[in-house]
Protein backbone atom coordinates (compact mmCIF):
# COMPACT_ATOMS: atom_id res chain seq x y z
CA UNK A 1 0.00 0.00 0.00
CA UNK A 2 1.67 3.68 -0.92
CA UNK A 3 1.99 5.97 1.15
CA UNK A 4 1.99 8.43 -1.85
CA UNK A 5 -0.80 10.04 -4.44
CA UNK A 6 -0.70 11.38 -8.00
CA UNK A 7 -1.76 14.94 -8.10
CA UNK A 8 -2.62 16.55 -12.40
CA UNK A 9 -2.31 20.11 -12.02
CA UNK A 10 -3.56 22.18 -14.58
CA UNK A 11 -3.65 25.96 -12.60
CA UNK A 12 -1.52 27.73 -10.62
CA UNK A 13 -0.30 24.43 -9.17
CA UNK A 14 1.77 23.70 -12.23
CA UNK A 15 4.48 26.27 -10.46
CA UNK A 16 6.19 24.53 -8.09
CA UNK A 17 6.81 27.07 -5.49
CA UNK A 18 2.62 27.53 -5.00
CA UNK A 19 2.02 23.70 -5.02
CA UNK A 20 4.68 23.74 -2.13
CA UNK A 21 3.68 26.36 0.11
CA UNK A 22 0.96 24.13 1.36
CA UNK A 23 2.03 21.03 0.03
CA UNK A 24 5.92 20.64 0.50
CA UNK A 25 5.96 16.87 -0.33
CA UNK A 26 4.78 17.36 -4.00
CA UNK A 27 7.79 15.94 -6.49
CA UNK A 28 7.51 16.58 -10.12
CA UNK A 29 6.81 13.36 -11.65
CA UNK A 30 5.59 14.28 -15.45
CA UNK A 31 3.89 16.09 -17.71
CA UNK A 32 1.01 15.22 -19.41
CA UNK A 33 -2.79 15.73 -20.20
CA UNK A 34 -6.19 14.62 -19.96
CA UNK A 35 -8.55 14.29 -23.32
CA UNK A 36 -12.05 15.30 -23.56
CA UNK A 37 -11.86 18.48 -21.25
CA UNK A 38 -10.70 21.83 -22.01
CA UNK A 39 -9.17 24.60 -20.12
CA UNK A 40 -11.65 27.40 -18.66
CA UNK A 41 -12.57 30.08 -16.17
CA UNK A 42 -15.03 30.48 -13.87
CA UNK A 43 -16.02 30.77 -10.37
CA UNK A 44 -14.03 34.43 -8.56
CA UNK A 45 -11.33 33.53 -6.41
CA UNK A 46 -11.22 36.74 -3.52
CA UNK A 47 -7.23 34.77 -3.30
CA UNK A 48 -6.52 35.52 -6.80
CA UNK A 49 -8.87 38.50 -7.36
CA UNK A 50 -10.21 36.71 -10.42
CA UNK A 51 -11.64 34.10 -12.29
CA UNK A 52 -9.88 30.92 -11.30
CA UNK A 53 -9.47 27.54 -13.81
CA UNK A 54 -11.38 24.66 -13.81
CA UNK A 55 -11.71 21.74 -16.25
CA UNK A 56 -14.70 21.25 -18.07
CA UNK A 57 -15.61 17.78 -20.08
CA UNK A 58 -15.24 19.12 -24.09
CA UNK A 59 -15.16 16.44 -26.81
CA UNK A 60 -11.58 16.45 -28.96
CA UNK A 61 -9.94 18.34 -26.32
CA UNK A 62 -6.85 18.17 -24.10
CA UNK A 63 -5.60 19.89 -21.37
CA UNK A 64 -1.96 19.59 -20.54
CA UNK A 65 -0.50 19.79 -17.00
CA UNK A 66 1.94 18.41 -14.43
CA UNK A 67 1.75 15.06 -12.74
CA UNK A 68 3.20 16.02 -8.71
CA UNK A 69 3.82 12.69 -6.31
CA UNK A 70 2.34 13.99 -3.32
CA UNK A 71 2.13 11.99 0.30
CA UNK A 72 -0.80 11.07 1.35
CA UNK A 73 -0.40 13.35 4.29
CA UNK A 74 -0.77 16.25 1.97
CA UNK A 75 -4.29 15.15 0.46
CA UNK A 76 -6.41 17.31 3.88
CA UNK A 77 -3.89 20.20 2.93
CA UNK A 78 -4.65 20.11 -1.12
CA UNK A 79 -8.10 19.27 -0.70
CA UNK A 80 -8.30 22.18 1.97
CA UNK A 81 -6.32 24.72 -0.58
CA UNK A 82 -8.92 23.53 -3.69
CA UNK A 83 -11.77 24.52 -1.07
CA UNK A 84 -13.67 21.24 -1.47
CA UNK A 85 -15.21 21.70 2.33
CA UNK A 86 -16.90 24.73 0.72
CA UNK A 87 -17.86 23.24 -2.29
CA UNK A 88 -15.91 25.24 -4.55
CA UNK A 89 -14.34 22.36 -6.42
CA UNK A 90 -14.55 18.49 -6.14
CA UNK A 91 -11.52 16.36 -6.57
CA UNK A 92 -11.87 13.46 -9.60
CA UNK A 93 -10.01 10.49 -10.96
CA UNK A 94 -8.48 10.89 -14.28
CA UNK A 95 -6.25 9.22 -16.87
CA UNK A 96 -3.36 11.18 -17.71
CA UNK A 97 -1.54 10.48 -20.81
CA UNK A 98 2.33 11.21 -20.63
CA UNK A 99 4.34 11.75 -23.76
CA UNK A 100 6.33 8.51 -23.73
CA UNK A 101 2.01 6.89 -24.03
CA UNK A 102 2.23 6.18 -20.37
CA UNK A 103 -1.21 6.30 -18.51
CA UNK A 104 -1.29 7.53 -15.01
CA UNK A 105 -4.49 7.29 -12.75
CA UNK A 106 -4.29 11.10 -10.95
CA UNK A 107 -6.50 12.57 -8.67
CA UNK A 108 -7.78 16.49 -9.77
CA UNK A 109 -9.84 18.89 -8.84
CA UNK A 110 -12.90 20.71 -11.01
CA UNK A 111 -14.96 23.30 -9.71
CA UNK A 112 -18.55 22.33 -9.32
CA UNK A 113 -20.60 25.10 -11.02
CA UNK A 114 -18.61 24.95 -14.37
CA UNK A 115 -19.52 27.27 -17.47
CA UNK A 116 -22.65 25.80 -19.40
CA UNK A 117 -20.94 27.55 -22.57
CA UNK A 118 -17.96 27.15 -24.14
CA UNK A 119 -16.40 31.11 -25.00
CA UNK A 120 -12.80 31.28 -26.83
CA UNK A 121 -10.30 32.46 -24.07
CA UNK A 122 -9.78 35.44 -26.06
CA UNK A 123 -13.80 36.73 -25.74
CA UNK A 124 -13.94 35.86 -22.39
CA UNK A 125 -16.02 38.80 -20.33
CA UNK A 126 -14.47 40.18 -17.91
CA UNK A 127 -16.10 38.25 -15.00
CA UNK A 128 -14.74 34.82 -16.32
CA UNK A 129 -10.76 36.34 -16.52
CA UNK A 130 -7.71 35.00 -14.46
CA UNK A 131 -5.94 38.11 -12.46
CA UNK A 132 -2.59 38.95 -13.89
CA UNK A 133 -0.91 37.05 -11.20
CA UNK A 134 -3.04 33.95 -11.54
CA UNK A 135 -2.47 33.66 -15.19
CA UNK A 136 1.28 34.47 -14.40
CA UNK A 137 1.69 31.17 -12.01
CA UNK A 138 -0.21 29.37 -14.64
CA UNK A 139 1.97 30.58 -17.70
CA UNK A 140 5.60 30.09 -15.49
CA UNK A 141 4.63 26.85 -14.21
CA UNK A 142 3.76 25.61 -17.86
CA UNK A 143 7.32 27.03 -18.64
CA UNK A 144 8.78 25.86 -15.58
CA UNK A 145 7.81 22.18 -16.45
CA UNK A 146 8.31 22.72 -20.55
CA UNK A 147 4.34 22.05 -21.41
CA UNK A 148 4.15 21.64 -25.35
CA UNK A 149 4.62 25.02 -27.21
CA UNK A 150 1.23 24.66 -28.54
CA UNK A 151 0.27 24.50 -25.76
CA UNK A 152 1.75 27.87 -24.34
CA UNK A 153 0.99 29.76 -27.08
CA UNK A 154 -2.94 29.01 -26.35
CA UNK A 155 -2.13 29.71 -22.46
CA UNK A 156 -1.04 33.43 -23.75
CA UNK A 157 -3.84 33.97 -25.63
CA UNK A 158 -5.83 34.08 -22.26
CA UNK A 159 -6.57 37.82 -21.37
CA UNK A 160 -6.34 38.67 -17.90
CA UNK A 161 -8.79 41.47 -16.19
CA UNK A 162 -6.58 43.68 -15.49
CA UNK A 163 -6.53 43.66 -12.10
CA UNK A 164 -3.81 45.79 -9.98
CA UNK A 165 -4.74 45.78 -6.19
CA UNK A 166 -3.45 43.66 -3.47
CA UNK A 167 -3.28 39.52 -3.11
CA UNK A 168 -4.33 37.57 -0.44
CA UNK A 169 -1.45 35.28 -1.27
CA UNK A 170 1.94 34.90 -0.17
CA UNK A 171 4.49 37.38 -0.84
CA UNK A 172 7.18 34.74 -1.92
CA UNK A 173 4.60 34.00 -5.19
CA UNK A 174 3.78 37.83 -5.89
CA UNK A 175 7.60 38.99 -5.96
CA UNK A 176 8.89 35.40 -7.70
Known amino acids: MSNT??????????FSKR???????????NIGYIK????????????????SATIVETENSVVWGVVWELN???????????GVQDD???PMTVNVETPDGTTLTCRVY???????????????PMDRRPSPLYLNMILRGAEENNLPTDYMKFLKTIPHNGYK????VSLSLIES
Open 165 to 168: GEYD
Open 110 to 124: QQCNNPKEYIKPENY
Open 72 to 82: KCNLATLDKQE
Open 5 to 14: FLYFAYGSNL
Open 88 to 90: IYH
Open 19 to 29: IRLSNPTAVMK
Open 36 to 51: NFRLDFHRYSKRWQGA
